[in-house]
């Protein structure tokens, strides 16, 4: 039998009805950790909910709640910490990517929704639970993503608020060192999750558009959401000497060289 990893211990995981946020539910809850999870999709968080409790080891409960509303944002935390006492790991997770644009076709609404969405929950998450997380020395793990460091196509909103999500990390994880609390964050490339097949499917061909996907990984995949969960209990459990890093759950995606001239080539017409 392996050995439970989390036991007992409680971890706040945002967004995690399905994709990424699932993924980490799964992993602590198979981990002996007690579980609070939330989303804005009642159905799905009550199913995975009554799943992982008839399974086990560890326990989940599910909230609702929308996480761009502060109030809710309070009311999830306090819940937390009603049920079980405790907070030893937040994993801010919950976050959107929207369909491709230039600048052209984003509105300045467009992006302050995002901010609310992406970044300011991730901020209100943190500073809810710092105060629970200080007295267990504890840990935050903020899903960021790849393109903070690498840019993308058509998605100057999503990118800006993954960069401030892992500068964030960073700045945080200075001011609550001296409470041995750590902040990291993950940076993964391409998981597949809903939103990942969503992405693809508003593409005009979206089978190539997966390969493509699988492709720009050197291992020729696309990753999954098991592994995500995985890499996060290893930042909460075992990485007592990491604070402020970002680990890549990549697969090699930001190495080498590849075609990347986006220059509109010359032809003998114009
Ligand atoms: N899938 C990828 O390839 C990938 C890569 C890099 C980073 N990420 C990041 O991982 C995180 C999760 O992405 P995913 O692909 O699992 O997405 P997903 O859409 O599959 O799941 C998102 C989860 O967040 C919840 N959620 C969304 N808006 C909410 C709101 N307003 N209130 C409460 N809950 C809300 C959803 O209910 C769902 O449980 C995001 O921050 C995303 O930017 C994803």
Not at 116 to 141: A, C, M, Q, V, W
Not at 155 to 161: F, L, P, R, S
Not at 241 to 265: D, H, P, S, V
Request: net charge neutral.
């Amino acid at each position: 039998m392996t050995s439970l990893r989390y036991k007992d211990k409680v971890a706040l995981v945002t967004g995690g009805s399905r994709g990424i946020g699932k993924g980490c539910v799964d992993v602590f809850v198979e981990n002996g950790a007690k579980v609070i999870f939330c989303s804005n999709d009642d159905t799905e968080g009550q199913d995975l909910e009554s799943k992982l409790n008839s399974k086990g080891p560890g326990e989940a409960l599910f909230i609702y709640g929308d996480v761009t509303q502060e109030s809710h944002i309070k009311k999830i935390v306090e819940k937390t910490v009603e049920k079980f006492g405790r907070i030893d790991c937040l994993i801010n997770n919950a976050g959107t990517h929207p369909l491709s644009h230039t600048i052209d076709e984003f509105s300045a609404e467009d992006f302050r929704k995002l901010l609310d969405l992406n970044l300011i929950n991730y901020f209100l998450f943190s500073k809810y639970s710092l105060p629970h997380l200080r007295k267990t020395e504890g840990s935050i793990i903020n899903i960021s993503s790849l393109v903070n460091q690498i840019g993308q196509a058509q998605a100057v909103t999503y990118v800006a608020t993954k960069g401030a999500i892992t500068s964030m990390t960073k700045a945080l994880a200075i001011d609550e060192a001296k409470y041995n609390v750590r902040v990291n964050s993950v940076a993964p490339s391409s998981i597949w999750t809903p939103l990942l097949d969503d992405v693809l499917k508003s593409v005009p061909n979206p089978l190539e558009a997966k390969q493509m996907c699988a492709n720009s990984q050197l291992l020729g995949r696309i990753g999954t959401i098991e592994e995500v969960g995985k890499a996060c209990l290893f930042l909460a459990s075992d990485a007592t000497f990491c604070t402020g890093i970002e680990l890549n759950l990549t697969a090699g995606a930001e190495l080498n060289y590849g075609i990347k001239n986006m220059r509109k080539q010359k032809t003998s017409a114009n």
